[in-house]
């Protein structure tokens, strides 16, 4: 089937043989599985085996976030994240983590900016003026537009050998950065409310049912401890892309707001 130009086969990611087979004649596999539970480990395993035995050159983890490692403090991204990365290491095939940040496409909340990135609120509500920060909002980190990430990888393709981490950055910047561009640009005060690390980590540690919340509130703590500032190294290899920058992000989104 072609959707747009581009081939689509649908696989079953338990059947080995099939994976094997069309993955004949590929270069490269990049992986964009999501999953909350351990469905897309064993999924990715699959595929890096048939990879190998399919002789793909290089392959690329579904990571798509910050720069963690077996000690971080997102419980999912242990989980599901280091085991994959883990046995790619050790196959030896040529891969590169993409380290992305935040999406910036969540500070268009409740609005969407992008037709893949749903609504979610994080750290910062544009539409009510309102914050909830852990830690000082001091700690840098990064955050990428959806569609810049796409035009990197992209980019990436061309290249002949991969780094093991490829950084791809829109800003660099602080919860209290954004803050104030959202005031500047809401013509208003927030209201923020600030959380310390400890406390948070603390509160983290109570919860036991709400997956999703649970995974949000260890973001922001990995933001405190510095998991998600990086070196825009795929930045720097590409500097024909221009990124969205957060200030222009915000611009775009909320500058002529209604609500």
Partial sequence: MTVKGVIVVKVDYSDRDLLVKELQGVHTVIVTLISLDDSCVQAQINLLNAALKAKVKRIAPS???GQHDENTVIELYRRLKVPVREKIKAAGIEYTVFMIGLLMDYFASPQTASKSIGSLVIGVDFS?????????????????????????????????????????????????????LGE??????????????????????????????????????????GEFDFEATLNNICPEIKPTTIEQFLMESWADYKG
């Fill in 184 to 225: 500047k640009i809401r013509g208003t005060k927030f209201h923020v409310q600030y959380t310390c690390a400890d406390e948070a980590a603390r509160l983290i540690d109570t919860m036991t049912d709400n997956v999703l919340e649970k995974l949000i509130q260890q973001v922001y703590l990995g933001i405190v401890r």
């Fill in 63 to 65: 990571e798509w976030t």
């Fill in 128 to 180: 009510k003026c309102v914050a909830s920060i852990t830690g000082s909002g001091d700690e840098p980190f990064c955050l990428t537009r959806a569609d810049d990430v796409g035009k990197f990888v992209a980019a990436a393709l061309e290249l002949d050998k991969w780094n093991e981490n490829s950084g791809i950055v829109g800003s660099r910047t602080t919860w209290n950065e954004i803050i104030k």
